[in-house]
């Protein structure tokens, strides 16, 4: 089963409204990070936030993380018809110094800004 | 996406042939990672390497072998390709091993007959 777990599934928002994405997981976490997909592209990283570490922001991102519930949360703010997209958490459990981390990814959330 | 492409882009085979997908990099990242998608599961790795002639099993990788036999050169093959391993594989790469974002590629569709 997939360590991290998206909700909504799906949300559709106005322009300019804010946007959460919420993620829970079930293991213990080294960071967690957040990616954007357009339709029919790659995953783009947008942040990474440590185990050790509350809250986060980058522009008009905003990620908080609770490890106490396994979960975090993605806040877009301000949001626009380019920020359609889908967005999926991914957890690192752990890095190896050889083999190096292994990202576990979530079903994604689909998120749609109306004009 | 700068400095990792796949190829190719699209590719339609017949179930029981064998199939590679190429990832490559410029970038001289040491770890590189195959991802593949499929509605209702995210993205779930196969293999993964983290040096030349170094890789591991991901969480599906029956049926998937994997060589990089040069750092910018991930190959992955499907055995004896199945209508199961129809969907969207992705490549990416990383700095590791600390805590860092990945890279993707752009993807290849596959399909299988």
């Known amino acids: 089963s997939q360590q991290g777990e998206e909700d909504p599934q799906a949300l559709s928002i106005q322009e300019g409204e804010n946007a959460t994405m919420n993620c829970s997981y079930k293991t213990s976490i080294n960071n967690l990070q957040w990616y954007r997909q357009n339709s029919g592209r790659g995953l783009v990283h947008l942040i990474l936030i440590r185990s050790n570490e509350r809250e986060k922001h980058s522009g008009r991102l905003r990620v908080t993380l609770d490890t106490s519930k396994k979960s975090s949360s993605l806040l877009i703010t301000a949001s626009r018809a380019a920020d359609t997209a889908s967005y999926f958490c991914?957890?690192?459990?752990?890095?190896?110094?050889?083999?190096?981390?292994?990202?576990?990814f979530g079903e994604g959330t689909q998120l749609t800004v109306n004009p | 996406d700068a400095g990792i492409t796949q190829s190719p882009r699209h590719k339609v085979t017949e179930t029981g042939t064998p199939v590679t997908l190429r990832c490559h990099q410029t970038e001289n990242h040491r770890y590189m990672y195959w991802y593949r998608q499929d509605p209702g599961h995210g993205l779930r790795l196969i293999h993964y390497?983290?040096?030349?002639?170094d890789t591991d099993k991901g969480e599906v990788s029956d049926g998937y072998s994997v060589s990089r036999s040069k750092t910018e050169d991930f190959l992955l093959t499907l055995e004896s390709a199945t209508s199961s391993q129809t969907s969207v594989y992705f490549c990416?790469?990383?700095w590791g091993p600390g805590p860092r974002g990945y890279t993707f590629g752009s993807g290849t569709r596959l399909t299988v007959v």
């Open positions: 990416a790469i990383s």
């Open positions: 390497s983290y040096g030349v002639k």
């Open positions: 991914a957890t690192d459990v752990g890095v190896k110094e050889t083999s190096g981390s292994r990202l576990t």
